[in-house]
């Protein structure tokens, strides 16, 4: 069956530091990775979109500068979150399918990401 | 304004009653699916559901395109069911999530 693997599950860093979570996709050719982020209370916000041949698309209040995207192949995707601070903590969730008329959307299970 | 509206924000069950859970749609769409989101932050998908009905369980997801609203029928609760439901707008490549349903099951 088709699944994606997100790592680590939690990290904790300290304010100014960065980290990097990384996705895997199992079992099909993830064309298309998206990354969200849930901060506490809040819904998952779109961060960026990585379509295979395809410049990185970010959304509104989210840049590269912040969280570089590496979509380097149908498997595999990275996001890094760059001197993080209190407001960048909550759970980040990569989305993988394999394509725009692909069925379902297959999750990771999540980093979630303490700042102290 | 939110283009994935769910309702209600929150609901409190006795164990054995059912549920109901909307999600309503501005825009157009073309399919959507229906979340779990475990208490570790994880998501279950639990219904692809472009059209029409499908039912695994004691889970019912209803979809109406015309009228841009989807409905995730739980019926006979356990506390089991306890949790977030999020539903999503999953046409093309952006995914828009709503704000999810919180429900509490109680025994």
């Known amino acids: 069956g088709a699944l994606v693997y997100q790592y680590p599950r939690r990290t904790i860093c300290k304010s100014g530091t960065s980290m990097r979570m990384e996705c895997q996709a199992v079992?099909?050719?993830?064309?298309?990775v998206a990354w969200y982020r849930q901060s506490p209370q809040k819904t998952f916000e779109l961060i960026a979109l990585?379509?295979?041949?395809?410049?990185?698309?970010?959304e509104q209040n989210f840049t590269q500068e912040k969280f570089p995207i590496s979509h380097p192949n149908l498997s595999f995707s990275s996001m890094t979150v760059l001197n993080a601070y209190l407001e960048d903590r909550g759970l980040y969730l990569c989305?993988?399918?394999?394509?725009?008329?692909?069925?379902?959307?297959?999750f990771g299970s999540g980093t979630r990401l303490t700042v102290l | 304004g939110q283009q994935v509206q769910q309702s209600p924000a929150s609901l409190v069950l006795q164990e054995g009653e059912n549920a109901e859970l909307q999600c309503n749609f501005s825009?157009?769409?073309?399919?959507m699916q229906w979340f779990y989101q475990r208490p570790g932050g994880s998501l279950v998908s639990l219904f692809y559901?472009?059209?029409g009905t499908k039912q695994s369980g004691r889970l019912t997801s209803t979809t109406v395109i015309k009228e841009r609203r989807s409905s995730l029928h739980i019926s006979s609760s356990q506390t089991t069911d306890s949790g977030t439901y999020l539903c999503?707008?999953?046409?093309?490549?952006?995914?828009?999530f709503g704000s999810g349903t919180r429900l509490l099951v109680s025994p």
């Open positions: 989305g993988a399918r394999g394509g725009a008329s692909a069925e379902t959307l297959y």
């Open positions: 079992g099909f050719q993830a064309t298309s």
């Open positions: 990585s379509t295979v041949n395809s410049a990185i698309k970010y």
């Open positions: 825009t157009s769409l073309n399919s």
């Open positions: 559901n472009p059209s």
């Open positions: 999503a707008r999953t046409g093309g490549y952006k995914v828009v």
